[in-house]
């Protein structure tokens, strides 16, 4: 977890880093507020379709308070699933930070932790 969200926050816009499995939040990272996760609709609609989520700029997304979980007036968030068990979430430091190769790098991340949480041994 520690790699994962090192490379995160060191090779992508990322601000702060959010991983929550199973219903238990397993990590945060970076700059972060200290309210509980609480998934939303956004986070549950990723979740259903098994989709990433980019939203480019939170001030224009009514649902913006889902994430008030990340500091307040954080700009941007990228939501990963990783499966039926848990999320990825990135906030970004602006809006429109993070870039069609840095999705792909977080949803890369994501597939590797996705990996290890399924593995028999945990």
């Avoid at 601000?15 to 507020?33: K, Q, T």
């Avoid at 609609?45 to 979980?69: K, W």
């Avoid at 941007?76 to 990135?90: D, F, H, I, R, S």
């Avoid at 590797?112 to 949480?117: D, V």
Wanted: a positive charge; glycine letters at 8%; one cysteine or more.
């Amino acid at each position: 977890l520690a790699w994962a969200s090192h490379q995160l926050l060191k090779a992508t816009p990322a601000a702060c880093v959010l991983l929550v499995w199973d219903g238990n939040e397993l990590m945060r990272r970076g700059v972060l507020s200290s309210k509980p996760f609480v998934p939303g609709p956004i986070v549950q609609r990723a979740r259903e379709q098994q989709q990433t989520i980019g939203l480019v700029n939170l001030t224009l997304y009514p649902g913006r308070s889902e994430f008030a979980y990340f500091p307040e007036k954080t700009p941007a968030v990228v939501v990963e699933p990783l499966g039926t068990k848990g999320w990825l979430l990135v906030a970004g430091w602006s809006v429109r930070c993070f870039s069609r190769s840095d999705e792909i790098w977080i949803k890369g991340v994501a597939e590797k932790l996705r990996t290890a949480l399924e593995a028999p041994w945990n």
